[in-house]
């Protein structure tokens, strides 16, 4: 239930005297929340690490002890570090260096000693040195965001883990214990932000922002606070009328401008630092400035003014599309549907709106090129979406940690400006320049006791956190931070989890839809195979596999045009059938089942080929895990046992649908001449 804050003792020897040594006493200096709070933190931490409660004095034998604070309220803070390292630290970072006999944390802000707390208690959990630390951290990335998809009648949409921590029977709970420990666990990695209801805001979620549902929200961003966290509603663009009796939400009539003021004004009444609204409008029959003939820039600023004086921001979503789509019409693409709508826009909203994009173009699969959105909005703040919760990546049944994915993404060149142009220097602001960047992403936890479901699926929450505050941290060394703190430090537990965890991407992606074609899962459910199932609906997902061939032509020269909206070479590699990358084909192209990879192997031989490795390496998940027996806690042992032989048998099932299906359409037979049914 501790997840990765269970802060394990530190086994009897050396390190942990040489931890006990240190951790007398935690001295706070400072009444800020987060200082207070970063106080009891380390207390807690410690205590639990080395068994000894530290005192909250200087100890008066000369013994070492740790002293947190900001520059601005702790001598200690002030007298550790010059002007100029002071100067360093960024307003949410944190600086902490040995000194004498004591060990200082210290911040900008009292939210940058939490953060600096919480990395001392990594640092001991690993078993680091004490002796000689001298670091400073800033985040990358200002905005650091979750985004729950939590509904009040206590459902999650797309949840994979229980039901939702913050709601029960249309009412948000009154027990917020569970609420306080997610926090805590979000801050610990360096989150600060959270969206608390669905973005599909329904009826009585609408209501959040009245008087109605203020005061228990205010309870939830109170909770959230005290961890440095700001607290966000999703709002519904058709709340005048549904709530406020108007007869429009049209975004440039008087009334509803003034509505969203009074609202506004009503909510910071309540929380003086509410961080604002989240939007999905005009998406998926949601309501929207569409309605109105309008547009998303008139909609999103429209907001923006009723948030200003307060200083608070519209986080509005770009994932807009057409989603009654004819799969006959070949020309309306939905990859193409956002920069469509979007780039339109560019310098058209005001300084406290931020677009948030989806990291591919479609919808969170298990593998999508990088969203051309990215770079080509220079003029626009903008944030990046991942989806932590697994809707189309196994569902916490089947392990996918998907860290290595969002390394990809945040590391593929644009070339908006020239090289270098990453899409991690769009999403952090700096590559344009812009007042506001970030990372948001759809939270995976529920009220499981282990909070995620599948156990191993926490470090992918986990290494969301630590990746928004530092996109250059590596996969490996994320996993092997989350192993130790979550597991202890056991060798073979460290080398066989890390090693599953990096594979598992590549596994999950080996049986599921191939080359970058997506879907083929349950319509609505998107878990299981069914290939056909999104192939003649409304969705705009389709793989145009026939008797010929498969993929989708999104080239200039003879499809949607989609490559065109790449920039720099991007858009030529894209467009070419000989340059596109093999696990991006089908995305890009429609090729004969015939057509040669890079890899020397033919489309359909590639399919039969990686289908039966996938289901064969899930089976080796199971055994990597069963040899850990005895080496894990037994509970979370069996749980994952359990997932791990569901997985197994989904994964023999994804091998036989998909293998059938292409053989039965293509006619041609695996080479190695396998038992296709
Ligand atoms: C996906 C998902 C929906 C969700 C939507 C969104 O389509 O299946 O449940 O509402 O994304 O991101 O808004």
Redesign the pocket.
């Known amino acids: 239930y501790g997840a990765w804050l269970n802060h394990l003792p530190l086994a009897e020897g050396a390190y942990r005297e040489h931890a006990a040594s240190w951790t007398k006493a935690v001295v706070a200096e400072g009444t800020e929340l987060c200082v207070l709070t970063a106080l009891s933190e380390l207390e807690d931490g410690i205590a639990k690490l080395t068994g000894k409660r530290p005192e909250k004095d200087i100890p008066q034998n000369g013994s070492r002890y740790i002293a947190i604070g900001t520059f601005a309220g702790s001598a200690a803070a002030k007298e550790t570090f010059s002007r100029e390292e002071q100067a360093e630290v960024a307003a949410e970072g944190f600086r902490i260096r040995t000194s004498g006999r004591s060990i200082v944390i210290a911040g900008a802000s009292a939210q940058g000693v939490l953060y600096g707390a919480f990395h001392l208690l990594r640092l001991i959990s690993s078993g680091a040195s004490l002796d000689e630390l001298n670091l400073l951290e800033n985040p990358v990335n200002g905005i650091r965001m979750i985004n729950q998809?939590d509904n009040i009648d206590g459902s999650i949409?797309?949840g994979y883990a229980g039901n939702s921590i913050f709601y029960a029977n249309d009412d948000i709970v009154d027990d917020l214990t569970r609420v306080r420990d997610y926090a805590r666990m979000l801050a610990s990695v360096g989150l600060n932000a959270i969206s608390i209801n669905?973005?599909?805001a329904h009826r009585y979620e609408t209501m959040f922002i009245t008087e109605r549902f203020l005061p228990k929200v205010a309870r939830v961003a109170e909770t959230f606070r005290k961890y440095g966290i700001k607290t966000f509603l999703s709002i519904n663009f058709a709340a005048p009328i549904e709530v406020g009796g108007l007869e429009t939400a049209d975004p440039l009539e008087a009334s509803v401008q003034e509505w969203w003021k009074e609202r506004a004004a009503e909510i910071y009444r309540y929380i003086p630092d509410f961080g604002g609204f989240l939007v999905?409008a005009d998406?998926?029959n949601?309501p929207g400035p569409f309605t109105y003939d309008r547009d998303h820039a008139d909609g999103a600023n429209m907001l923006a003014d009723a948030l200003r004086p307060f200083g608070g921001v519209v986080i509005w979503?770009c994932?807009v599309y057409n989603c009654k789509q004819d799969w006959r019409d070949r020309k309306t693409d939905r990859a193409r549907a956002a920069y469509d709508h979007f780039t339109p826009l560019d310098g058209r909203f005001k300084d406290n709106v931020i677009l948030q994009v989806?990291n591919g173009p479609m919808?969170?699969q298990v593998r999508e090129p990088l969203s051309p959105l990215f770079g080509a909005m220079p003029n626009t703040n903008m944030t990046i979406?991942f989806?932590i919760t697994q809707?189309?990546t196994g569902q916490q049944r089947h392990l996918c940690y998907l860290v290595p994915q969002w390394k990809e993404a945040l590391e593929f060149e644009t070339y908006a400006r020239g090289e270098g142009s990453t899409v991690k220097r769009v999403a952090d602001g700096t590559l344009f320049g812009r007042s506001y960047g970030g990372f948001a992403a759809?939270s995976n936890i529920g009220d499981d006791a282990n909070w995620t479901g599948h156990p191993l699926a926490q470090a992918n929450l986990y290494g969301y956190g630590r990746l928004a505050w530092n996109p250059d941290l590596t996969s490996e060394g994320i996993a092997a931070e989350w192993i130790t703190q979550t597991f202890g430090s056991n060798e073979q537990v460290l080398e066989t989890v890390s090693g599953m965890l990096m594979e598992s991407w590549s596994i999950y992606e080996s049986y599921t839809a191939p080359l970058g074609v997506g879907w083929m899962v349950t319509p609505h459910y998107?878990y299981g195979p069914d290939v056909d199932g999104y192939e003649y609906s409304k969705w705009g997902t389709y793989h145009f596999a026939d008797l010929h061939g498969i993929g989708v032509d999104r080239t200039v020269k003879s499809g949607t045009g989609y490559t065109a909206q790449y920039q720099g070479s991007n858009a030529e590699v894209y467009e070419s059938l000989e340059r596109t990358p093999d696990e991006l084909l089908l995305f890009f192209h429609h090729v004969p089942y015939t057509h040669v990879l890079k890899s020397g192997k033919t489309v359909i031989q590639h399919i039969y080929d990686t289908r039966f490795e996938g289901a064969e390496r899930a089976a080796g998940l199971t055994a990597k895990w069963n040899s850990l027996e005895g080496l894990i806690e037994p509970s979370i042992f069996e749980e994952g046992k359990q997932r791990f032989l569901i997985q197994e048998e989904h994964a023999q099932h994804w091998r036989d649908v998909l293998n059938t299906y292409f053989f039965r359409k293509s006619g041609l037979p695996d080479a190695l001449g396998r038992t296709i049914y």
Do not use: I, L, P, T
């Open positions: 998809w949409e797309r669905n973005v599909n999905k998406s998926e949601r979503r994932f989806k919808d969170f979406e989806q809707e189309y759809v998107h």
